[in-house]
């Protein structure tokens, strides 16, 4: 008789912790909505970094390539490559959003470390990494799973619904679940990894603000690249798995 009062108390207790924040925020009220204006602007800062660096690679290209040339096409290069090493050869389509992927989360994990946080006054709280708010990392899972989806029915058709009951049927609510673990996987692994990683280098700096915190900062740039490695490898991966219907 007790059971329904219970789990409306539990999806309170988890509607509490949901609101849980980590320093100070500002967000902007727009109609019902509220939005988390810190992640907004560095999204913004890193959409203009990449699409200014995408207008300046393209516009004039070089028979003999200039090293900014050389550079954005070493980075094509490493996309193309991880693409093919996780999907096969039927890579080609996916580069795009692989390498969308590989370099918006790059840039907002560096834009945590690089980006002078004064450079533009808040009333609440610093400017910070998109990829420490968890909706951000969310949004980005989210769209691979669609992804996932979306190439194991175009390439298997209604049939790709099968590797759910591969092995054994048995085995149908695991497979099932597995999936739904993926998008959960990639953003909560990105997310605590980047908000650790900004919380340690603001408890150092306000304990001590010289020299200590640099090296923390630089391990920081490092761990920052290899997530978003993480992230785009298993995107990739994720893909090619779909397609291929192997485990």
């Avoid at 692994?189 to 640099?214: H, K, Q, T, W």
Wanted: aromatic content about 12%; charged content about 10%; overall charge negative.
């Amino acid at each position: 008789m007790n059971v329904l009062p219970c789990s409306i108390n539990t999806l309170n207790g988890l509607y509490d912790i949901s609101g849980v924040e980590v320093g100070q925020h500002l967000y902007w009220q727009i109609g019902d909505f509220q939005v988390h204006a810190q992640v907004l602007i560095t999204s913004w800062v890193v959409m203009a970094i990449l699409l200014g660096s995408a207008a300046i690679a393209v516009r004039n290209p070089q028979t003999v390539p200039t090293d900014g040339q050389n550079f954005f096409e070493y980075v094509l290069e490493f996309i193309r490559d991880l693409s093919k090493t996780q999907i096969g050869e039927e890579y080609s389509p996916w580069v795009p959003f692989i390498g969308t992927m590989f370099l918006f989360i790059f840039v907002s994990n560096w834009s945590g470390a690089l980006l002078p946080r004064k450079i533009i006054q808040l009333p609440h709280g610093e400017l910070a990494a998109p990829t420490n708010d968890i909706n951000t990392t969310v949004a980005l899972a989210l769209p691979t799973s669609v992804a996932y989806f979306y190439a194991g029915l175009t390439k298997k058709g209604l049939g790709y619904f099968g590797k759910y009951i591969q092995p054994t049927p048995i085995l149908l609510p695991i497979n099932i679940l597995e999936d739904f673990t993926k998008p959960l996987s990639l953003s909560f692994r990105l997310f605590g990894n980047i908000l650790a990683d900004e919380l340690v280098v603001v408890v150092l700096v306000s304990l001590v603000p010289l020299v200590v915190p640099i090296p923390v900062m630089f391990l920081g740039l490092f761990t920052s690249g290899i997530q978003a490695l993480i992230f785009a490898t298993l995107a990739a991966a994720y893909i090619g798995e779909s397609m291929e219907g192997h485990h």
